[in-house]
T-cell receptor, first 119, second 115 residues
């Protein structure tokens, strides 16, 4: 069965520091998709990125970057020069293509990492 | 704004009651998903519909049911409510019918409190 582990329950850093959020996943499928979502205090879930299992290129979007490594089943998220507005709970999620016969069961989320950016 | 609209945003009801949560997907999206977020269980997939048909089922209780209408909006019905059903219920939508990697966009959620 698919599983996503975000071992860091809470991280607190001072503004302008760089911070990396870890995500480790488990899946038997060879085709799968990884996502990151942000949940600010207001509660909505904001989509950040989607990556498929065949694309191991790292991605950078402004202050955000993602490091996908199939060898270690990890999809880590780094925020450079953090800002107070980055304070939120961040979720990593996995979606299997369902080709292994396990079925397609929507997104499997990790427990989330609560990121606190102190001014 | 993700384009996914959920109503109501907040709801307080008593145990044993029944409520209906409503969702309008993003324009052009045919798939609708329902998720439950609670403190103890985290974010859990409940059910998915694609173009009016049930597509996938997750950890949805028998007391809960959902449907997707011809105009593609969806409703999640929660009945015989218990205190433990208090949670944030998310609707999400995507273009495709399956886990082909389509981006799944979430609404702002409906906060349900059962007292």
């Amino acid at each position: 069965a698919q599983k996503v582990t975000q071992a860091q329950t809470e991280i607190s850093v001072v503004e302008k520091e760089d911070v990396t959020l870890d995500c480790v996943y488990e899946t038997r499928d060879t085709t799968y998709y990884l996502f990151w979502y942000k949940q600010p205090p207001s509660g909505e879930l904001v989509f950040l990125i989607r990556r498929n299992s065949f694309d191991e290129q790292n991605e950078i979007s402004g202050r955000y970057s993602w490091n996908f490594q199939k060898s270690t089943s990890s999809f880590n998220f780094t925020i450079t020069a953090s800002q107070v507005v980055d304070s939120a709970v961040y979720f990593c999620a996995l979606s299997e293509a369902g080709l292994s016969g396990g079925g397609a069961d929507g997104l499997t989320f990790g427990k989330g990492t609560h990121l606190i950016i102190q001014p | 704004d993700s384009g996914v609209t959920q109503t109501p945003k907040h709801l307080i009801t008593a145990t044993g009651q029944r409520v209906t949560l409503r969702c309008s997907p993003r324009s052009g999206d045919l798939s609708v998903y329902w998720y439950q977020q609670s403190l103890d269980q985290g974010l859990q997939f409940l059910i998915q519909y694609y173009n009016g048909e049930e597509r996938a089922k997750g950890n949805i209780l028998e007391r809960f049911s959902a449907q997707q209408f011809p105009d593609l909006h969806s409703e999640l019905n929660l009945s015989s409510l218990e205190l433990g059903d208090s949670a944030l219920y998310f609707c999400a939508s995507s273009v495709g019918p399956d886990n082909s990697g389509n981006t799944i966009y979430f609404g702002e959620g409906s906060w349900l409190t059962v007292v």
